[in-house]
C-alpha cells in the first residue's frame, strides 16, 4: 500500500501537529498535553480511578501513574482511597488544580479555535464525523 494511502499516517501527523501546538501554548500554566488531557477529564469526572482515567485519556496505566503523581507533587489533585474498594484511589481536582485547568484551558481553547478558523462548519462537521466513524472502525478490529 503506497504511504499517500494510509490514512494512519494523515490522522499521526495531525495529531503530531496539534500536540506541536498545544504544548507551547500549555507551558506558561505549567502544564503538559498530558497533564492537561488528565485535569480536563477530571473536571467533568471526580473520583474517577486512575485506570478508568488512563483509558479516556489514551494513556496506558504506568504513564497516568506517573501524570498522576506529578500533579499530586503540585497539589493540583488528590487520591484518596475509595469508600468501598480500598484499592481504588478516588482522584479530584484541588482548588489549584481547578484554577490550573482553567488558565491552561482557556490556552488550548485558543489552538482549537485555530484549527476551527481552517474549515468551514460544513467541513468542521464532516471531518468531525469522518474521525469518530474511522474511530469507531479501527475500535471494532483491535485484538482483544
Known amino acids: 500500500m503506497p504511504a499517500s494511502e494510509r490514512l494512519g499516517s494523515y490522522i499521526k501527523r495531525a495529531e503530531q501537529a ?3 501546538a498545544k504544548n507551547p501554548a500549555l507551558k506558561p500554566a505549567g502544564v503538559t498535553v498530558p497533564q492537561y488531557a488528565a485535569l480536563f477529564v477530571l473536571s467533568s ?8 482515567l488512563a483509558r479516556e485519556c489514551g494513556v496506558t496505566p504506568p504513564t497516568m501513574n506517573t501524570i498522576l503523581a506529578n500533579l499530586q507533587d503540585r497539589a493540583l489533585i488528590t487520591r484518596t482511597p475509595h469508600a ?3 484499592n481504588v484511589l478516588e482522584t479530584r481536582l484541588t482548588d489549584t488544580g481547578e484554577q490550573t485547568l482553567r488558565d491552561a484551558d482557556h490556552r488550548a481553547v ?3 479555535r485555530a484549527l476551527a478558523e481552517e474549515f468551514t462548519a460544513a467541513e468542521r ?3 468531525a464525523e469522518l474521525l469518530e466513524r474511522a474511530a469507531t472502525r ?3 478490529i483491535r485484538p482483544e
Open 84 to 86: 468501598w474498594h480500598k
Open 138 to 140: 479501527l475500535d471494532s
Open 110 to 112: 485558543r489552538v482549537e
Open 18 to 20: 496539534l500536540q506541536g
Open 125 to 127: 462537521k464532516a471531518l
Open 45 to 52: 469526572n471526580p473520583g474517577i480511578s486512575a485506570a478508568a
